[in-house]
């Protein structure tokens, strides 16, 4: 039942987006209970989200940037 | 002989501060595409304009490439022209509307940040326009931490947190499997809260 350190951050990493089974989640608490490292970066990594979330970000799409950068290749 | 020598190291010295600020347009598109972008919709609030604005600083910005001195960084060089770009957007729509010219910048000299007009009339004790400027600023914080991770990880970072792409649709179009690309989350994640804990994981 215990899981390592690594799967433990990486359902970490799926809960950040939502992709967690509720199997996995099971197991990360179990985790969290026992583990002394885990807990810190899980904080952490829930903060991420939060400020991404809050920070309202905006990118370009991939075609967007191929677009630009044929332009600029043609300019320069 | 020894004018020859001063000169040669004068001329390795000038060498050693270009590498510091030199202008590299090859890379502009992946390191400051979405920098800029985010720094123009938060003042102009409109995608398609703001990505013109964009573009728009990137090619005024190879045109005056010669003039470049070097004393900014690149990124700092760019934001200015995109500043201005973005004050002669809003000229322009005023002067459309007949309406007096709103000068945007508070002061030349500083890159404050925030709607000029709205801080004119702010209630100095609601702390919403604040919240506003602080959440563009932390926008720019992490877009400038994103491009400072690996390429890889930052377009992977960016398409599945920012524009919300699920996992199946990524790994096809970069050709990866779903445990790279966790790999590579991680990696970007882990990257991401180094870079922004000085200032933004503060307890």
């Known amino acids: 039942m215990m899981i ?26 179990f985790h969290l209970f026992m583990c002394k490292n885990c807990p810190e970066f899980v904080e ?33 | 002989m020894n004018v020859v020598l001063s000169k040669s190291f004068t001329f390795d010295n000038d060498k050693n501060n270009m590498a510091e600020h030199v202008l590299n347009p090859e890379k502009w598109i992946d390191s400051y595409a979405d920098y800029l972008f985010n720094y123009a919709i938060s003042r102009i609030n409109d995608a398609e304009i703001a990505k013109d604005l964009v573009q728009e600083t990137f090619l005024a910005g190879l045109k005056s490439a010669k003039n470049y001195k070097g004393d900014a960084a690149e990124r ?20 459309k509307k007949g309406r007096a010219e709103v000068r945007m910048d508070y002061s030349a000299h500083t890159d404050a940040q925030g709607d000029w007009l709205e801080e004119q009339v702010a209630d100095p004790l609601s702390s919403v326009e604040n919240d506003a400027i602080e959440n563009q600023e932390l926008g720019q914080a992490i877009h400038s931490c994103i491009a400072k991770l690996p390429k890889k990880q930052a377009l ?20 990866i499997n779903p445990s790279n690309l966790w790999v590579m989350i991680h990696r970007a994640r882990t990257g991401l809260m180094g870079c922004l804990n000085k200032n933004w994981f503060k307890p």
Do not use: P
């Not at chain 1, 990486?10 to 608490?29: D, H, V």
């Not at chain 1, 991420?48 to 990118?59: E, H, I, R, S, W």
């Not at chain 2, 995109?82 to 004050?87: D, E, F, S, Y």
């Open chain 2, 76 to 95: 700092t060089w760019l934001i200015a022209i995109l500043k201005r770009k973005v004050i002669d957007h809003y000229r322009k729509t005023n002067s």
């Open chain 1, 4 to 29: 390592s350190c690594e799967k433990a951050a990486l359902i970490c990493n799926k809960t950040q987006y939502r992709e967690a089974t509720f199997m996995e989640k099971m197991k990360l608490k």
């Open chain 1, 44 to 76: 952490r990594n829930t903060k991420l989200t939060a400020l991404c979330q809050k920070a309202n970000l905006q990118c370009l799409t991939q075609d967007d940037k191929r677009r630009m950068k044929r332009l600029l290749k043609e300019k320069s």
């Open chain 2, 156 to 175: 992977v970072f960016t398409m599945k947190t920012i524009q919300g792409m699920d996992t199946e649709t990524i790994c096809n179009e970069l050709n």
